[in-house]
T-cell receptor, first 114, second 114 residues
Framework: DGGITQSPKYLFRKEGQNVTLSCEQN?????MYWYRQDPGQGLRLIYYSQIVNDFQKGDIAEGYSVSREKKESFPLTVTSAQKNPTAFYLCASRTGLAAAETQYFGPGTRLLVL | GNSVTQMEGPVTLSEEAFLTINCTYTATGYPSLFWYVQYPGEGLQLLLKATKADDKGSNKGFEATYRKETTSFHLEKGSVQVSDSAVYFC?????????????FGQGTRLTINP
């Protein structure tokens, strides 16, 4: 089955700790995205990547970092500089450049601060 | 700039009632429009989409028509079920090739009572 997998489902972070959220897709999509969702809120774009070895900041990139070394993988690191990391994180991917292309989402990772 | 405005929730209806969730947008050119649904604790799933003016997207009894003259993409269903309880997001994809970023509304929480 093709799709997007995110792991872990739940992640706990201690103060001052960096944590990495995994996102893998086997849809052969070029573009990948990371969103943050706070309770009762919409989605805010953190980072996106249109091609391997290239990525762009979204609207709320501060305190986060990403890499895109393989087409299938787009991990997100939440650094200690992100002071309010508790949220639901969603990874997405999309096949091409056209506006009509659908963006597909993974099941999400919930990050909680201990 | 591009933006999406959805009717504020939460919306509570009885089973078999008629549903409308309003969505209006601001965008240059001719964006593609999407409705996504999010069930509790899950990622977003595409519900339907429309890529040009007067197109009607439909799926699982839900419909939405792309109205250029009123810049709207309202979601409707003739008879809702308890299983339709979820959060619904309206989104647009700008026509500028390569932009690739979806712009989301804030989401509307729908609860259907038996």
């Amino acid at each position: 089955d093709g799709g997007i997998t995110q792991s872990p489902k739940y992640l706990f972070r201690k103060e001052g700790q960096n944590v990495t959220l995994s996102c893998e897709q086997n849809l052969n999509h070029d573009a990948m995205y990371w969103y943050r969702q706070d309770p009762g809120q919409g989605l805010r774009l953190i980072y996106y990547s249109q091609i391997v070895n290239d990525f762009q900041k979204g609207d709320i990139a501060e305190g986060y970092s990403v890499s895109r070394e393989k087409k299938e993988s787009f991990p997100l690191t939440v650094t200690s500089a992100q002071k309010n990391p508790t949220a639901f994180y969603l990874c997405a991917s999309r096949t091409g450049l056209a506006a009509a292309e659908t963006q597909y989402f993974g099941p999400g990772t919930r990050l909680l601060v201990l | 700039g591009n933006s999406v405005t959805q009717m504020e929730g939460p919306v509570t209806l009885s089973e078999e009632a008629f549903l409308t969730i309003n969505c209006t947008y601001t965008a240059t050119g001719y964006p593609s429009l999407f409705w996504y649904v999010q069930y509790p604790g899950e990622g977003l799933q595409l519900l339907l989409k429309a890529t040009k003016a007067d197109d009607k997207g439909s799926n699982k009894g839900f419909e939405a028509t792309y109205r250029k003259e009123t810049t709207s993409f309202h979601l409707e269903k003739g008879s809702v079920q308890v299983s339709d309880s979820a959060v619904y997001f309206c989104a647009l994809s700008p026509t500028i090739q390569g932009a690739q970023k979806l712009v989301f509304g804030q989401g509307t929480r729908l609860t259907i009572n038996p």
